[in-house]
């Protein structure tokens, strides 16, 4: 079956970028959605984005000026690049599966998540 | 943008009893785009709905969701000790994700 898991920096200082990978294993990348969700500490889910093997991507509004994600067919993985960070970028990140968009979207899988401080 | 309230946002109740859920969308919201997961602390969540309805395989029957429009239900009868956990709904609707505040189930 699919599985998922968020790679990269713990630790990022204020102002500079985060980028974290997601790769899939057990499974393509192609032909289905693929999304980031955060979890800041002790706050509900929020979703970041997701993207089609096509390339085309829909990102929350209140991030969008920030947040670009990206695919590589050939590792079969996909990215999340969120500049001018702050200390309220402070979460856990999350990849998943956004399967069957075009029928019942859903999350799932989900890959186990990444604490990522943005900290001096 | 479609905003989701759940309610309440904790519920707390002995094992054994029933459980009932609510998520409330800002807007009609076609039920093939909401889904329901379910969260463990230090956990990542978990998928349990979709299509509003549509129970994931393992989920067991004594938990059901139902609902159209702007109210949708989560209930959980026979309140188990696997079943304290954080509850969130989620809506796909016109490309743009979102979830709702959550419901802690203690």
């Known amino acids: 079956q699919v599985q998922l898991k968020e790679s990269g920096p713990g630790l990022v200082r204020p102002s500079e970028t985060l980028s974290l990978t997601c790769s899939v294993s057990?499974?393509?990348?192609?032909?289905?959605?693929w999304s980031w969700i955060r979890q800041s500490p002790g706050r509900p889910l929020e979703w970041i984005g997701h993207?089609?093997?096509?390339?085309?991507?829909n990102y929350n509004p209140s991030l969008r000026s920030r947040v670009a994600i990206s695919m590589d067919t050939s590792e079969n993985h996909f990215s999340l690049t969120l500049t001018s960070v702050t200390a309220a970028d402070t979460a856990v990140y999350y990849c998943?599966?956004?399967?069957?968009?075009?029928?019942?979207?859903?999350?799932?899988?989900w890959g186990q998540g990444m604490l990522v401080t943005v900290s001096p | 943008e479609v905003v989701l309230t759940q309610s309440p946002a904790t519920l707390t109740l002995s094992p054994g009893l029933t459980a009932t859920l609510s998520c409330r969308a800002s807007?009609?919201?076609?039920?093939?785009?909401l889904a329901w997961y379910q969260q463990k602390a230090g956990q990542a969540p978990r998928l349990l709905f979709y299509?509003?309805?549509t129970r994931v395989t393992g989920v067991p029957d004594r938990i059901r969701a139902s609902g159209s429009g702007t109210e949708f239900t989560l209930t959980i009868k026979r309140l188990r000790p696997e079943d304290f956990a954080i509850y969130y709904c989620?809506?796909?609707?016109?490309?743009?994700?979102?979830f709702g505040g959550g419901t802690t189930v203690e």
């Open positions: 989620q809506q796909s609707g016109d490309s743009v994700l979102s």
């Open positions: 807007q009609n919201i076609d039920s093939t785009y």
């Open positions: 299509s509003a309805s």
């Open positions: 998943a599966r956004l399967g069957d968009f075009f029928v019942a979207p859903r999350l799932d899988p």
């Open positions: 057990g499974g393509s990348i192609e032909n289905s959605h």
């Open positions: 993207i089609y093997y096509s390339g085309s991507a």
